[in-house]
């Protein structure tokens, strides 16, 4: 089994603010194979902590998990839903926004550093590695407050660019969640990207 984990802050207040562009990402993904989030009461014999959403897979099997612990403290459920599966920190591909890169760039990573990301520092350290792969969504640099910038939704004319990385990261997860081959999609997508389809 394969997860996709998107990050973002639980409530209607956070919906489709920059720091929520993980959640819209497997939303976007649920929606488009039809699958549907469930509490964690849907996964048989799990019994770790509860503070997540999931969708379910089969074909692929797969999970899209969303963290509904706050984003500095993500990385919570991911020890007890790898244990349960079987899984390793191979098998998780982290959806997060990223102010180093321009709004609706994408950028699929096999690991490194937090980059001062609360939600990927609290993953990286629950894990006790940096080498978990991540898909990074551009949501641009702010010229002042950045934790204030994180908290905001897009403006109107950044808004058609971000729904077109939105589906553009969603299909570039799924095609993971089929191979598992993150070098290859690296080099497939990269490619396309590049070419400035999520511009």
């Known amino acids: 089994m394969r997860f996709v984990v998107g990050l973002g802050n639980p409530g209607p207040e956070y919906e489709h603010t920059r720091h929520n562009v993980g959640f819209d990402v497997v939303d976007h993904l649920a929606r488009r194979e039809g699958l549907f ?11 770790g902590p509860a503070a997540f959403v999931c969708a379910r897979s089969f074909e692929p099997d797969a999970l ?13 459920v991911l ?10 920190c191979a098998d998780l591909l982290i959806v997060v926004d990223d102010l180093d890169l321009e709004p609706a760039q994408l950028r699929l990573r096999p690991g490194g550093g937090a980059g001062g990301h ?15 792969p991540r898909l990074r969504v551009g949501i641009g640099r702010p010229r002042t407050d950045a934790a204030r910038y994180v908290l905001e939704r897009f403006a109107p004319e950044e808004r058609a660019a971000l729904d077109r990385a939105v589906a553009e990261a969603a299909e570039a997860a799924f ?20 070419q400035g389809p999520a511009q």
């Open 37 to 47: 989030f469930e509490s964690v009461h849907s996964l048989e014999r799990f019994d």
């Open 64 to 76: 899209l998990v969303k963290p509904l612990t706050f984003m500095n403290r993500s990385g919570e």
């Open 79 to 88: 020890p007890a839903l790898l244990a349960w599966a079987g899984a390793t």
């Open 118 to 132: 609360n939600g990927l520092h609290s993953i990286l350290d629950t894990l006790g590695t940096d080498r978990v």
């Open 175 to 194: 095609a993971w969640l089929r191979s598992g081959d993150l070098d290859r999609l690296m080099s497939r997508f990269h490619s396309r990207w590049k």
